[in-house]
């Protein structure tokens, strides 16, 4: 029951995230910058698809259901949050003009951190996961690991913004927090990829040893695009 609804939540960010990209098509706007509609556009994408990749690796890996449901939960304060502050043409993160933006701002970072504790917990999972095949036991050991990856490349963003604005200087933490977004964005997704094609391997007649050295390839092959990322970051 709980990953059935974990699954239908994800489809119903993925299409806000659709809906919102429609809104910008009509209503215009700056895509970067503090406010704008690319916020519940790339958040509601990229929640939908990870939530649902979150619930098909922890029934993988035989987690406990609280682990999804505080998952599907996060993901759906996150998204809200983000969108109501986009409807609102105010900043998500780093606000605190207001009581109530400076709310809106810490139940994001409370999100951020529950996020974080279901992905240390499926890491964990992954490692011990002996019952899975060894082609799919690397994926989502790989894969996750990437993922809890692309969270710290996040708190590391979240970290530079607040301290700036707290320092007094909101338009900088604006302009520059996000440094560390495409190592985020590259890293987020291995969980999905890695296993997705630890799985479409079963359908071949390939050995599970020959099947286990593609999927270390590709992870090799992930790892070394994480890296890039990461040093295209540091330098910009």
């Given amino acids: 029951m709980t990953n059935r609804v974990g ?6 960010l993925f299409a806000s995230g659709l809906f919102h990209l ?27 698809l990870t939530l649902a990749t979150v619930v098909w690796v922890s029934t ?18 996150e998204v809200a949050l983000i969108t109501l ?9 780093f606000n605190e003009e207001t009581p109530f933006d400076a709310m809106v701002s810490r139940g994001l970072t409370g999100g951020g951190a529950l996020i974080i504790f279901v ?46 604005v707290r320092e007094g200087d909101p338009d900088l933490a604006y ?14 997704h291995g969980v999905l990829l890695l296993p997705l094609l630890a799985w479409s391997l079963t359908f071949t007649s390939w050995s599970e040893r020959r099947r286990t050295r593609l999927v270390a390839l590709a992870s090799a092959g992930y790892l070394l695009a994480i890296a890039a990322a990461t040093a295209i970051s540091a330098w910009s």
């Avoid at 429609?22 to 503090?34: H, I, N, R, S, Y």
């Avoid at 993988?60 to 304060?77: N, Q």
């Fill in 85 to 93: 502050q986009a409807w609102r043409k105010v900043p998500s993160h």
């Fill in 7 to 12: 699954y239908w939540v994800s489809v119903l």
């Fill in 60 to 77: 993988l890996l035989k987690v406990r259901p609280f682990i999804p449901a505080l998952f599907t939960a996060a993901s759906i304060g």
């Fill in 119 to 164: 992905t240390v917990w499926l890491v964990v999972a992954a490692l011990r996961a002996g019952h899975l095949a060894p082609s799919m036991r690397l994926a989502v050991r790989v894969g996750s690991s990437t993922l809890l990856l692309a969270l710290a490349f996040g708190g590391l963003m979240i970290a530079k913004g607040v301290v700036l």
């Fill in 22 to 48: 429609l809104v910008f098509a009509v209503d215009g706007g700056p895509w970067e910058g503090p406010v704008s509609w690319r916020k519940p556009v790339t958040f509601g994408l990229s929640f939908g």
């Fill in 175 to 188: 302009a520059t927090a996000g440094s560390w977004k495409l190592a985020h964005g590259v890293a987020m």
